[in-house]
């Protein structure tokens, strides 16, 4: 079987020189390889073909046969990992928490503790006759989130 191990350092290697990072490395049992990277920029095809090119010129299918597949993280995939936080700070986000609540806001910062998120709500005041917008920072622990997604809008 093919190393998870192995293949982590065959794309350290290869985006060392690119302005990406890894999100995540899998490899099954049927060595079924998937392997996704992301970037501050976004991921580019070509970069993807490259990496792949270097990760099977590093294999044998004599020795063993394999299915690899190299991609970005997806935009409506739930994050994986603190640098996808890092990479949409100041982006409206949902954050999922592990008691069920759901939240949607701008992503202020992201740290291995926690995240910070603004979110606005309308709430009527005592003595005014319209709603008012109420924004508040909710800092959320990392071990409360059950997935957190960035919100795609076309403005």
């Known amino acids: 079987m093919i190393s998870q191990k192995y293949i982590r350092g065959l794309v350290e ?10 999100v995540d490395v899998n490899v099954s049992s049927s060595n079924s390889i998937r392997v996704e990277i992301d970037g501050d920029q976004g991921v580019n095809i070509a970069d993807c073909v490259e990496i792949s090119r270097h990760i099977e010129g590093s294999l044998d299918r004599e020795q063993e046969d394999f299915e690899l597949t190299v991609s970005s993280a997806g935009m409506d995939q739930p994050f994986k990992i603190l640098r996808q936080y890092q990479r949409y700070l100041n ?5 999922k928490t592990n008691s069920g609540n759901k939240l949607q806001g701008k992503l202020l910062s992201a740290n291995e503790d926690e995240i910070v998120l603004e979110t606005s709500r309308k709430e009527r005041i005592e003595g005014k006759k319209k709603k008012e917008t109420i924004i508040e920072n909710k800092h959320i622990p990392m071990n409360e989130i059950k997935e957190t997604k960035v919100v795609i809008s076309f403005k």
């Open 91 to 95: 982006r409206e986000v949902t954050v």
């Open 13 to 22: 290697q290869k985006i060392k020189e690119m302005p990406y990072f890894i």
